[in-house]
């Protein structure tokens, strides 16, 4: 059988390649966009199939150059980290601590059915934590920068199943997100206000630090001088992620002396927050915000589509049960979950109705599910600004630094 190699340019072009495939695939397909299933996913997985069936026909055997995905997903996350300012946290600071404390509790219990469904089907437990909150509640960044650690741990195809179970998590959580809130609110008769106007979210409150930085169109120097300060602006938030991820590798480094065993990216979201809350109070650096969220976004889809596009198929065919059992109870517990503690904890409000929406999202799937979702309710049934200031800053931020200490515990204790 041939062996392909790509190296680190062609993988990163058949990366870009991948993402626009997959962007085609979901426009032509209404029920893709319905379940908010990303571009990156579609394209991944149908290069992914391609692969293994080059593979088992004895066309090919294709490998991919995977260098750059720690460096890609690290840099995601130090954009997370980019997010967190205090005037943000200060806003929802009471509810976000609740609803964070509700996804961590949460984040324990997938785990427990995931090793209940583990040992059911005669697996190791580890597995079970693998395809539960990791993959989950942690999504595919998460479950990725995880893997190796199971895979360490005994646990076989720990990366192809971790990214399986994410995958079709963030299908779930499409899914059942604007269903069980919108239950919610059709069973309590709760609207927003001016729901008949049908607004969306707030806009997000304005970064500080941003007037001094952005490009002066009315000067004497017109366009070139716009698009001069554009490119400056945009080297700047490249610099800053870089800064923040050098750092967050002493800080990792750091954490890995003192014992504690977390994924790279913790050290580096941390960095990223601190850069951020300083520039916040000081204006000294000058963060173009919007531009280190883009560039963060663009490299978690080309890691998500590379890693998707490696993933070895031909390894699940032999945990296909404990997988799909354990969707579907964890399905099932979200759903319970929303409805007893996290609504009626929240206020048993309109926003709360609304929270469980993005809850069911970020907690099945990824925070892009739970905006996707809020969006869609408050567009019917009008705007839940709480909501959208509490469900955000611990999708993105926070569930992912108690997650990791959950998974890390479950972790010490299973291998």
Not at 4 to 15: F, K
Not at 364 to 385: E, I
């Amino acid at each position: 059988m041939p062996l392909v190699d790509l190296d680190l340019v062609q993988t990163l072009a058949v990366g870009g390649m991948t993402l626009f495939f997959g962007i085609g695939i979901v426009r032509a397909i209404p029920a893709l966009q319905r379940s908010n299933v990303p571009a990156a996913v579609i394209g991944g997985l149908v290069v992914a199939a391609l692969v293994t069936l080059a593979r088992v026909t004895g066309l090919a055997r294709v490998g991919f150059d995977t260098s750059l995905q720690t460096p890609l997903m690290t840099a995601f996350f130090t954009s997370i980290g980019l997010s967190a300012g205090f005037s943000l946290l200060r806003a929802g600071s009471g509810q976000a601590l609740r609803f964070l404390a509700l996804a961590s509790v949460l984040a324990v219990v997938q785990n427990a059915i995931g090793i209940g469904v583990a040992l059911a089907c005669g697996e190791r437990p580890l597995l079970g934590v693998l395809i539960s909150s990791t993959a989950l509640a942690g999504g595919p960044a998460t479950a990725l920068a995880f893997a190796p650690q199971f895979a360490a741990a005994g646990v076989p195809a720990a990366e192809a199943l971790a990214i399986a179970a994410a995958m079709a998590g963030i299908v779930l959580g499409g899914l059942l997100g604007g269903p069980i809130a919108t239950h919610l609110l059709e069973r309590n008769g709760l609207r927003g206000p001016g729901a008949a106007r049908s607004p969306g979210p707030p806009a997000p409150p304005s970064e500080p630090g941003r007037a001094a930085h952005e490009p002066d169109s009315g000067t004497a120097a017109g366009d070139e001088a716009e698009e001069e300060g554009g490119v400056r602006d945009a080297l700047k938030a490249l610099t800053v992620l870089l800064v923040a991820m050098a750092a967050g590798g002493v800080i990792s480094a750091g954490f890995a002396a003192a014992g504690l065993t977390l994924p790279g990216y913790v050290g580096a979201m941390l960095a990223g927050a601190v850069a951020r809350n300083i520039d916040d109070a000081t204006g000294w650096i000058g963060i173009p915000h919007d531009l280190a969220a883009r560039i963060g976004s663009v490299c978690l889809t080309l890691f998500l589509t590379i890693a998707l596009a490696n993933l070895r198929l031909w390894e699940l065919a032999a945990l296909a049960t404990p997988l799909l059992v354990n969707l579907a109870l964890q399905a099932v517990a979200v759903a319970l979950f929303c409805r007893w503690l996290v609504f009626p904890l929240m206020g048993r409000d309109y926003d709360a109705a609304v929270m469980t929406g993005g809850f069911t999202g970020f907690m099945l799937g990824t925070t892009a599910n739970a905006m996707a979702v809020m969006h869609t309710l408050v567009d019917r049934f009008g705007p839940a600004p709480r909501a959208f200031v509490v469900a955000p800053i611990v999708g993105a931020f926070f569930i992912d630094f108690t997650n990791a200490i959950v998974i890390t515990t479950f972790l010490s204790l299973l291998s």
